[in-house]
């Protein structure tokens, strides 16, 4: 008894430490997905959100399904088509057929026996009689429709030779489909971009914000040291003050500041298609890298192979030349059948029939409408391929823009390091000469200013660089060129 109770003992503990081990680890993994959506993303990873909840991409491939939907409806225009068509109707006034006829008395009272009419005019009736024939003739009514009728009609159509029309309109959505297809890839290089940018500038503000801090303090500190120094007669009152203001101002930059990081995060999270309102954080380690520039020459040819625009204006001629064509005057031979099950016949026909058709369709003379809106399409294509050309031309002056403003860039990127190099160093010997004394004030006031913009001027370098480097890749229809 007292080994079963160890038994069980030790099962319960085992059980009861399987049971924590698991809720650890579950704890574990919930606080390292917190973890993770709480981790500042990578540049990549915007894209790959951006990706995923873009609205206007999402637009560009619901047209994609539209036109792919349009390609086949245009197929199923020329294919067979089947219908059921169902009447039920009263007539309040069915038509008949009265014909006069000499029949002996017994066929007479057959119809109805001893009901003879002045006029000797017998209804249709009973049975009986004598073999007399009819002082009179009588009339024999004929219902030609009943009161009541209902009938299904079975409908079946197809264009059998419709002489290239079918293959045209369906080409010509084929080429609208292709069209879309190309847009989405389009809108994938344009959002690319544009996230780069949002993302650049977020960097850039969260350095301006560093850069109003950093001046915040050495502007409170000077003003500590002015204040000592006024105090043992060493500086006078106006020192002070002009210590304190600079203290105040660069409280003012600082605020601009962060309300420009909060905007900045806001536009950024707009573009990544998620609440504006997330306290979104970005990394970024590693994230600015310099490119060799290469010739402007390669970079035209980028574009003119890349440029998807390109081979959707393309698309565009090849539709408007299937559309002209489908103006064109054409025959076409096509097939019908029908099957109509009616409830009740008449005297005149049977409760069911069919027939079936092969009709053709031969236009001889339309007034000059499709000699005209041939003309138009002509004419469409005309300005398509002006638009073309403005297309190419575009695209070079883009990519050259684009070019000059990386080299300028790159340029910058240059000088603003050696900028901030000197200004760190002169503002190190005013605020070592202003503590002993021989640096004036508004000399270190002026140090500090070329400090703080230097290091803003350092921080716009870099996003202006990216942002170059961002727009010369769109320019030639990638999303990067590293």
Same mark, same amino acid.
């Given at each position: 008894?007292?080994?079963?109770?160890?038994?069980?003992?030790?099962?319960?503990?085992?059980?009861?430490?399987?049971?924590?081990?698991?809720?650890?680890?579950?704890?574990?993994?919930?606080?390292?997905?917190?973890?993770?959506?709480?981790?500042?993303?990578?540049?990549?990873?915007?894209?790959?959100?951006?990706?995923?909840?873009?609205?206007?991409?999402?637009?560009?491939?619901?047209?994609?399904?539209?036109?792919?939907?349009?390609?086949?409806?245009?197929?199923?225009?020329? /294919?067979?088509?089947? /219908?059921?068509?169902?009447?039920?109707?009263?007539?309040?006034?069915?038509?008949?057929?009265?014909?006069?006829?000499?029949?002996?008395?017994?066929?007479?009272?057959?119809?109805?026996?001893?009901?003879?009419?002045?006029?000797?005019?017998?209804? &249709?009736?009973?049975?009986? /009689?004598?073999?007399?024939?009819?002082?009179?003739?009588?009339?024999?009514?004929?219902?030609?429709?009943?009161?009541?009728?209902?009938?299904?009609?079975?409908?079946?159509?197809?264009?059998?030779?419709?002489?290239?029309?079918? !293959?045209?309109?369906?080409?010509?959505?084929?080429?609208?489909?292709?069209?879309?297809?190309?847009?989405?890839?389009?809108?994938?290089?344009?959002?690319?971009?544009?996230?780069?940018?949002?993302?650049?500038?977020?960097?850039?503000?969260?350095?301006?914000?560093?850069?109003?801090?950093?001046?915040?303090?050495?502007?409170?500190?000077?003003?500590?040291?002015?204040?000592?120094?006024?105090?043992?007669?060493?500086?006078?009152?106006?020192?002070?003050?002009?210590?304190?203001?600079?203290?105040?101002?660069?409280?003012?930059?600082?605020?601009?500041?962060?309300?420009?990081?909060?905007?900045?995060?806001?536009?950024?999270?707009?573009?990544?298609?998620?609440?504006?309102?997330?306290?979104? !954080?970005?990394?970024?380690?590693?994230?600015?890298?310099?490119?060799?520039?290469?010739? &402007? +020459?390669?970079?035209?040819?980028?574009?003119?192979?890349?440029?998807?625009?390109? !081979?959707?204006?393309?698309?565009?001629?090849?539709?408007?030349?299937?559309?002209?064509?489908?103006?064109?005057?054409?025959?076409?031979?096509?097939?019908?059948?029908?099957?109509?099950?009616?409830?009740?016949?008449?005297?005149?026909?049977?409760?069911?029939?069919?027939?079936?058709?092969?009709?053709?369709?031969?236009?001889?003379?339309?007034? /000059?409408?499709?000699?005209?809106?041939?003309?138009?399409?002509?004419?469409?294509?005309?300005?398509?391929?002006?638009?073309?050309?403005?297309? =190419?031309?575009?695209?070079?002056?883009?990519?050259?823009?684009?070019?000059?403003?990386?080299?300028?860039? +790159?340029?910058?990127?240059?000088?603003?390091?050696?900028?901030?190099?000197?200004?760190?160093?002169?503002?190190?010997?005013?605020?070592?000469?202003?503590?002993?004394?021989?640096?004036?004030?508004?000399?270190?006031?002026?140090?500090?200013?070329?400090?703080?913009?230097?290091?803003?001027?350092?921080?716009?370098?870099?996003?202006?660089?990216?942002?170059?480097?961002? =727009?010369?890749?769109?320019?030639?229809?990638?999303?990067?060129?590293?």
């Amino acid at each position: 008894m007292k080994s079963q109770k160890n038994k069980f003992i030790k099962m319960f503990l085992l059980t009861g430490m399987i049971i924590v081990n698991a809720c650890h680890a579950q704890g574990v993994d919930l606080e390292k997905e917190i973890s993770l959506a709480d981790a500042p993303i990578t540049l990549d990873r915007a894209i790959s959100i951006a990706m995923t909840n873009s609205r206007s991409l999402k637009a560009t491939v619901v047209e994609l399904e539209k036109s792919r939907n349009q390609v086949s409806e245009a197929r199923a225009q020329f /294919g067979t088509q089947i /219908g059921i068509e169902a009447t039920y109707q009263r007539v309040n006034d069915p038509s008949s057929l009265s014909s006069p006829v000499y029949m002996p008395m017994d066929i007479q009272d057959y119809f109805n026996p001893g009901a003879i009419s002045a006029t000797g005019t017998a209804v &249709i009736g009973g049975y009986g /009689g004598l073999y007399v024939a009819s002082p009179e003739p009588t009339l024999i009514e004929y219902s030609l429709n009943k009161d009541w009728q209902h009938g299904v009609d079975l409908k079946i159509s197809k264009p059998l030779i419709v002489f290239g029309k079918r !293959e045209d309109a369906v080409n010509s959505l084929k080429r609208q489909r292709e069209q879309a297809l190309l847009g989405v890839e389009v809108e994938k290089v344009l959002l690319t971009e544009k996230v780069k940018e949002s993302f650049f500038n977020l960097l850039l503000m969260k350095e301006v914000v560093k850069t109003q801090k950093q001046s915040l303090a050495q502007a409170e500190a000077h003003y500590k040291v002015a204040e000592s120094r006024h105090d043992v007669g060493m500086a006078p009152k106006f020192s002070v003050i002009r210590a304190k203001v600079e203290v105040e101002s660069a409280r003012e930059s600082l605020a601009g500041a962060e309300k420009g990081l909060e905007l900045s995060r806001m536009a950024l999270n707009n573009t990544l298609g998620l609440p504006v309102e997330n306290k979104t !954080e970005i990394c970024d380690s590693g994230i600015y890298q310099t490119l060799s520039l290469k010739e &402007i +020459e390669y970079y035209h040819k980028l574009g003119s192979e890349n440029r998807l625009e390109l !081979e959707q204006i393309k698309l565009t001629k090849d539709q408007v030349l299937l559309a002209g064509r489908l103006q064109e005057m054409k025959p076409s031979i096509a097939f019908a059948g029908i099957y109509n099950l009616s409830s009740r016949g008449s005297g005149f026909g049977s409760e069911n029939s069919w027939r079936a058709v092969i009709a053709g369709d031969i236009p001889l003379f339309d007034a /000059g409408i499709s000699r005209t809106r041939k003309a138009q399409s002509k004419r469409t294509y005309d300005k398509v391929s002006l638009s073309e050309t403005d297309l =190419k031309e575009g695209i070079a002056l883009q990519i050259s823009q684009a070019y000059l403003s990386l080299g300028e860039a +790159e340029l910058r990127l240059e000088t603003s390091a050696a900028m901030l190099e000197a200004a760190e160093e002169a503002y190190r010997m005013a605020d070592i000469g202003f503590k002993e004394g021989v640096t004036a004030a508004i000399d270190l006031i002026d140090a500090e200013h070329a400090l703080t913009q230097a290091r803003l001027n350092r921080a716009k370098s870099k996003f202006d660089y990216e942002t170059a480097k961002a =727009k010369l890749a769109a320019a030639c229809g990638l999303t990067g060129l590293e």
